[in-house]
């Protein structure tokens, strides 16, 4: 072999192989900065990125329609929910789709509902309760944006 | 309520539309970068045997070619089970390990005759055999895809997994020494040729039942606790069972002269600790007992030697290498000069002769690889290794349930710790503990355990990036768990 063809390979393959690392920094780049940019976007003013995305005819009377669940507070504060069409149960059991690990948790504490393109908080009979802002609710209550469920020491949010 | 019917189903299409698509390029770059893995790999082959026989034998491709299979099968099981699983792990794995196959290969290549060299066969050696364990160890990964459907499911045999890593960990000690000792030091089941380290597989469902329990305690040791010297400390009775788990392994592991392990234990111990209760105090009291620990140790290895000689000595080395380069430390004198040798961009690959340090495909793979491919390359390695452990700590950081926070964080900090202790040892930065460089050395155990923690590790990101809809459809070929109950319930009632 000559020497240039192996010269040539050996700084190839270093090349190649940081290309490889950049690539797989390309790949999870935006997952890196995914959190500063969803922060942003809630910090940002109501309505201001509503038309971004797929334009969602605005039809929903009471503000926009809730697309993330957010835990304020509490031991998994910043944890994010996507919102689809399948209800959230919240409480301490393995299986719930939030699991809070909180004394004052019961298992099955709370679960949300969508229905008619509102989210319906509902206590499924909690030791602690389940508070919307201050007002303990008691019965399936909607949920508006923004404002706090709380839940223990845990307190969560819908945000559009 | 009539009016809000019609919005009802667009918001959750619009809040799934992304995500799908997402996730599905996602998988797509997993299969890219596997391509470009599986590439650099072969093109890695092509020139160690350009260098090595002058010239590129015609059969060259294929050891790279089979591991491309294995982990083109993996990713395939991935797709089905684990879609939304994270795109970079599985790629950057599937390039150290078989980088690694391929060193291991050349190290085969430099240490048989020139004469057989151009038909040394592809299955025989470390090579040969390290690949039979790559096939092992993808198979095992999907196993544990194909079993473990949801992470949450681990933590009901917690108790029981405890169980299994502290026996794991002292079968070696209790054996008699011919079937377990290898260099001194007693941490295999030596069978008929056959050589297992239950050691590594303890791991695994250690951090399971460290994570299961400090979830459960988590509120207590972060709450009830005795203020000492300005340090929390939690009570005794909440810590009993991890902290007697924890002596036990250790006091095995100094039995069993392998330090480097304990290391890896009690770092695993005291970060799921941390994780757990957020308090710093726990990283302070860590450090201070590890360091107690190390130096009693070393003073106690001074005076009456005993388990605490090998340490005594291994410090020694670690302080002067030089000072006796043809015994004690031959081994890391050696290294040292690899990588010297070595330099920026290395010797190319092949064109080294990492054969000169004793354990060179085992203990110390990253010396001989670091003199063909210089600091450029071992850096390329080191950062893949982070990306891999930032990966895994994602996944903790974003699933949903603290079991799985605590399990996804314990095992990447546990690779990343085993990364540090054995890369500090070979480059001279700590004193040298036996330890496998993950996915990297010779040996079946470190891979398929190692390997096992990643399928873990993409089992809890799938979890993670799994969009919420996503989960009430995907029940159907999941466990069938209590959650189909739940949203069966009547709640889907619309009113028009």
Do not use: C
Request: charged share 15%; hydrophobic share 50%; net charge positive.
């Amino acid at each position: 072999m000559p020497e240039f063809v192996l010269t040539v390979a050996r700084f190839g393959f270093l090349v190649l192989l940081w290309i490889f690392v950049f690539t797989v920094v390309g790949v999870i780049r935006r997952d890196l900065f995914a959190g500063a940019k969803s922060s942003r976007l809630v910090a940002a003013p109501r309505g201001v990125g509503a038309s971004a995305g797929h334009a969602q005819p605005a039809k929903v009377k009471r503000g926009r329609a809730a697309h993330q669940l957010v835990v304020t507070a509490g031991q998994l504060a910043g944890t994010r929910i996507t919102l689809g069409e399948a209800p959230i149960t919240i409480g301490r059991a393995e299986d719930s789709t939030l699991v809070i690990t909180d004394d004052y948790a019961s298992a099955r504490h709370a679960r949300l509902l969508p229905r008619g393109g509102q989210w319906i908080i509902e206590d499924l009979g909690s030791t602690n309760g389940t508070y919307l802002d201050r007002a303990k609710v008691t019965g399936p209550t909607p949920v508006p944006l923004g404002v706090p469920i709380r839940i223990g020491r845990t307190s969560i949010e819908l945000r559009p | 309520m009539t009016a809000r019917t019609t919005p009802a189903a667009s918001p959750a299409v619009t809040g799934e539309m992304p995500r799908i698509r997402m996730s599905k390029s996602r998988r797509n770059a997993e299969l890219g970068l596997l391509l470009f893995a599986m590439a650099l790999i072969t093109a890695y082959a092509a020139t160690v045997e350009a260098t090595m026989l002058d010239s590129v034998t015609p059969d060259f491709w294929i050891p790279a070619a089979l591991v491309s299979l294995v982990f083109l099968g993996l990713h395939i099981v991935i797709r089905f089970l684990a879609p939304y699983a994270d795109p970079a792990l599985v790629p950057a794995v599937a390039l150290i390990n078989g980088l690694g196959v391929a060193f291991l290969r050349r190290i085969d290549l430099g240490r048989a005759d020139a004469a057989d060299r151009a038909n040394f066969p592809i299955f025989a050696g470390d090579g040969g055999r390290q690949l039979a364990w790559t096939l092992l160890a993808a198979i095992m990964a999907a196993g544990l895809l194909i079993i473990v459907r949801d992470h949450r499911i681990v933590s009901r045999y917690a108790y029981t997994l405890g169980l299994v890593g502290i026996v794991l960990v002292m079968i070696p000690a209790v054996l008699p020494s011919r079937y377990s000792e290898i260099n001194g030091a007693k941490l295999w089941i030596l069978i008929g040729g056959f050589s297992i380290q239950p050691g590594e597989f303890a791991k695994l469902a250690l951090v399971s039942f460290f994570a299961y329990y400090l979830v459960r305690k988590r509120e207590v040791l972060s709450l009830a606790s005795r203020r000492f010297l300005g340090i929390d400390f939690p009570r005794g009775r909440d810590l009993g069972p991890v902290v007697a788990v924890w002596l036990l392994s250790l006091l095995v592991l100094v039995f069993e002269k392998d330090l480097g392990t304990a290391l890896l234990y009690f770092g695993m111990f005291v970060v799921i600790l941390y994780v757990a209760t957020e308090r710093v105090s726990w990283l302070i009291i860590g450090l201070l007992l590890f360091f107690g620990g190390a130096t009693l140790a070393y003073s106690l290895g001074a005076s009456i030697g005993g388990p605490f000689a090998n340490f005594y000595d291994r410090v020694q080395i670690w302080q002067d290498p030089f000072a006796d380069p043809y015994n004690a430390g031959y081994q890391p004198v050696q290294s040292l000069l690899g990588l010297g040798t070595g330099g920026l961009f290395g010797a190319g690959p092949g064109g080294g002769q990492p054969t000169k340090v004793p354990d060179v495909e085992d203990d110390f793979i990253f010396a001989g690889l670091g003199e063909e491919i210089g600091l450029f390359g071992l850096s390329a390695f080191l950062v893949m290794y982070l990306l891999i452990v930032e990966r895994g700590l994602r996944a903790g950081l974003a699933v949903r349930d603290s079991f799985g926070k605590l399990l996804a964080g314990g095992l990447a900090f546990t690779l990343g710790l085993q990364v540090f202790v054995i890369v500090g040892g070979v480059s001279g930065l700590i004193p040298l503990t036996g330890q496998t460089t993950p996915f990297l050395s010779a040996g079946g155990s470190s891979l398929m355990a190692n390997w096992l923690i990643i399928a873990m590790l993409l089992r809890i990101s799938d979890a993670a990036g799994r969009p919420v809809t996503g989960s009430a459809s995907a029940q159907g070929d999941g466990p069938a768990g209590p959650p189909v109950k739940l949203h069966g319930a009547p709640t889907e009632v619309i009113r028009s």
